[in-house]
């Protein structure tokens, strides 16, 4: 089952007057469970391709659908339903909250979501668990290494038990082993949790050990086998 779809996306940004294309004619899908990285040097139009399916950003032109249901005709309730319920983000810089310690972190979003206290902090602590920082839930992000912070990011992201989790560059301020081992977080993750996966990248090294690679240049898919 196609989770999600783009068909033809195109997005310009203005600068003044003067258009700036970050996507060209972009058609691709994503199965429910899959793990795709997206690969593209800087300004190769990852971001922007991972926001518009996170519905932070619109197309200029071309259709998104998920599970089926054009974005474009879904309200702005509907968008941001989607987004707070069904999408979990990592970012390149972690993100994090720096008075809160690990744990509390883990637990916001749900409690954004008026879940009860007990209940969010049982199910922040088995993510930490599941990244390997159950030892550092009482630690604020500033007694954390890059990796250690990334972590309980991915923790966070999780805790929601999201249908898409979007990584943009999750990587990009971690060292290669680190890196390898972030990502290995993940696609035992996908695998355990079934949640379809888009991680971005502009680091070479760690294509060799992606099962479907995205490769993006100045906005259009330069290579990407079909799922
Ligand atoms: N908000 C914006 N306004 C203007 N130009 C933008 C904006 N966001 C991205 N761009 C341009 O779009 C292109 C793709 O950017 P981006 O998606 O951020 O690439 P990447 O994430 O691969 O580095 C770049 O040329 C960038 O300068
Ligand atoms: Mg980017």
Redesign the pocket.
């Known amino acids: 089952m196609r989770l999600i779809e783009l068909q033809g996306i195109n997005k310009q940004?203005y600068?003044g007057q003067t258009p700036?294309t970050?996507l060209s004619d972009i058609t691709i899908s994503f199965d429910k469970g899959e793990f795709t990285a997206v690969l593209?040097p800087?300004?190769?139009?990852?971001?922007?391709?991972l926001n518009l399916i996170g519905t932070i950003d619109e197309p200029s032109s071309g259709k998104i659908l998920i599970n089926g249901d054009d974005v474009s005709k879904m309200t702005d309730n509907q968008k941001s339903e989607y987004r707070n319920n069904r999408i979990g983000f990592i970012f390149q810089n972690f993100n994090l909250i720096p008075v809160l310690n690990a744990v509390e972190n883990v637990m916001l979003p749900l409690q954004i979501r008026n879940e009860k206290t007990q209940v969010a902090r049982e199910k922040a602590m088995e993510r930490l668990n599941q990244v390997g920082l159950e030892h550092l839930a009482l630690n604020r992000p500033d007694m954390m290494s890059g990796g250690q912070r990334q972590r309980v990011a991915i923790a966070r992201a999780l805790v929601t038990d999201p249908e898409v989790v979007i990584a943009d560059e999750p990587t990009a301020n971690l060292d290669l082993a680190t890196s390898i081992s972030i990502m290995e977080i993940m696609q035992k993750l996908n695998r355990t949790e079934g949640a379809t996966f888009l991680f971005s990248t502009h680091d070479q090294r760690l294509l060799d050990r992606m099962n479907r690679l995205v490769r993006?240049e100045d906005?259009r898919i330069a290579d990407a086998p079909e799922n």
Do not use: D, E, R
């Not at 800087?42 to 391709?49: I, P, Q």
């Open positions: 940004y600068l700036m970050a593209g800087s300004g190769s139009g990852k971001t922007t391709l993006l906005g």
